[in-house]
């Protein structure tokens, strides 16, 4: 499985961003897909999680209400919808695929591919 990372951006704070992460290699509905984050001098950080066939979603608590995690089977894509973005969400963000089905979805271990990470800059 290969995945891009794109979308990223300087956005000033209360903007959004859309970001995309192109997969190929695999059937997309064949995994659970993530997205997590790092922030300069900080560790990787989980921020979304969507079930293989978008059944099941889940946010850290600092993003709920403000980031939606979608997919588009028919494109092979995933998505991070980011909105009322905050100073505090600056960070390279990463997507991640994993083909087990069980474990601990907000933990790195859980994930089998990941994409190169795009920069996100919220200005205040």
């Known amino acids: 499985v290969q995945l891009q990372a794109s979308g990223g951006g300087l956005v000033q704070a209360g903007g959004s961003l859309r970001l995309s992460c192109a997969a190929s290699g695999r059937t997309f509905s064949c995994y659970d897909m993530g997205w997590f984050r790092q922030a300069p001098g900080k560790e990787r950080e989980f921020v979304s999680f969507i079930s293989r066939r978008g059944g099941s979603t889940y946010y850290t608590d600092s993003v709920k209400g403000r980031f939606t995690i979608f997919r588009d089977i028919a494109r092979s894509t995933g998505y991070l919808q980011m909105n009322s973005l905050k100073p505090e969400d600056t960070a390279v963000y990463f997507c991640?695929?994993?083909?087990?089905?069980?474990?601990?979805?907000?933990?790195?271990?859980?994930?089998?591919?990941w994409g190169q990470g795009t920069l996100v800059t919220v200005s205040s």
């Open positions: 991640a695929a994993a083909l087990r089905d069980s474990g601990n979805y907000y933990s790195e271990a859980y994930y089998d591919y």
